[in-house]
C-alpha cells in the first residue's frame, strides 16, 4: 500500500507551482490512497456538479495555529451555559451529509459536496483516517464538523449548524482533542471571519507546504533534509484508533477535556 500511496503522490504537479486561485490539475479518482497521497501534498479536491475533479492547493492557506485558538468571549460564556455535548465520530454520516446541505442565504442553492465526494469520504472514515466532531443537544445533532487526520495534521474539510454556536463547540473540542494527540498543524484551506475571529491567519504557501512536511515527519526527524527517493514522509502512518469521549464544559480546549472511552 505504501509503495501505491507514493506513486500516487508523485502523479501529482508540484503544488509550489500551481497557480495562486486556480486548479492545480484535474482527473484522477476519490479512492481513499489518492485522497491521502493529495492530502500529504498538501492538495484537496474541489469542485461541483457536472464539472471534472479539480485538485487544488491555493496560495495563500489559511491555517489554525493551535496555540492561538481563542473564543470570542461571548462565545465562550455562551458555549458554558449551553448544554452542548460533544462526541467523537458518533455520527459520521450525519454531519458529512448535513454539511452538504444547502444553506440559508442570498446565494442560490448547491454544495460542492457532491455524492461522490459523500461517498469518498465515507470509505476515508471507515479507513480511521476521516473523522467528525458532533455537538448535540437533548440528543439532537445541532453542529459538527468533519475532516482528515495524517500525521500530525488535521485538515479541516466543512462544518455545520443549526444552534448558534455548535460548531464553534465542535471546533473547540476538536482543538482540545488535536492538543492532546500531539497535533502541530490545523488546515482550513479558506480564510472566513468566523475562523479569524478565532485565530486562524493565512500562510504563504510554500510555509503551508514546509509545516505540512515536518508534520508528517517522523517525530524528531528533519523535515528540511534532503532525500534521494520521492516517498513522502508520513510516519507515523497508522490512523487514529483511540476513542475518545468529551468531558469537559462547551468551550474547554484543554486536551484535559478529552478521555479514552473504556
Known amino acids: 500500500m505504501l509503495a501505491l500511496f507514493s506513486r500516487l503522490a508523485a502523479l501529482f504537479p ?45 496560495d495563500p492557506r489559511c491555517v489554525l495555529p493551535l496555540a492561538d485558538f481563542h473564543l470570542p468571549r461571548r462565545s465562550a460564556r455562551s458555549l458554558r451555559a449551553s448544554g452542548f455535548s460533544v462526541t467523537l465520530d458518533a455520527a459520521f454520516g450525519r454531519v458529512i451529509s448535513a454539511c452538504a446541505a444547502p444553506r440559508p442565504g442570498p446565494e442560490p442553492p448547491g454544495t460542492w459536496l457532491t455524492p461522490e465526494m459523500l461517498t469518498a469520504y465515507e470509505r ?58 500531539g497535533a502541530t498543524l490545523l488546515d482550513c484551506q479558506q480564510a472566513t471571519p468566523h ?38 514522509r508520513l510516519a507515523p502512518w497508522e490512523p487514529w484508533r483511540e476513542r475518545y469521549v468529551f468531558c469537559g464544559p462547551c468551550g474547554d480546549a484543554s486536551p484535559d477535556a478529552w478521555a479514552e472511552r473504556s
Request: net charge neutral; aromatic share 10%.
Open 124 to 181: 476515508l472514515h471507515s479507513f480511521g483516517y476521516a473523522h467528525s466532531i458532533e455537538t448535540w443537544r437533548d440528543g439532537k445533532l445541532v453542529g459538527g464538523l468533519y475532516g482528515v487526520a495524517l500525521g500530525r495534521a488535521f485538515f479541516g474539510e466543512s462544518m455545520f449548524h443549526v444552534e448558534s454556536e455548535a460548531s464553534r463547540a465542535a471546533l473547540a473540542a476538536l482543538v482540545g482533542l488535536l492538543r492532546r494527540r
Open 14 to 58: 508540484d503544488p509550489a507551482t500551481a497557480p495562486a486561485d486556480a486548479p492545480l490539475c484535474r482527473g484522477g479518482d476519490l479512492g481513499p490512497v489518492r485522497l491521502l497521497a493529495a492530502y500529504s501534498r498538501g492538495i484537496f479536491p474541489w469542485y461541483g456538479p457536472g464539472l471534472p475533479l479539480l485538485w487544488w492547493s491555493p
Open 195 to 232: 475562523m479569524e475571529r478565532m485565530g486562524a491567519r493565512l500562510l504563504p504557501r510554500g510555509e503551508f507546504l514546509r509545516q505540512l512536511a515536518a508534520a508528517l515527519a517522523p517525530s524528531g526527524a528533519d523535515a528540511a533534509t534532503p532525500r534521494d527517493d520521492a516517498e513522502p
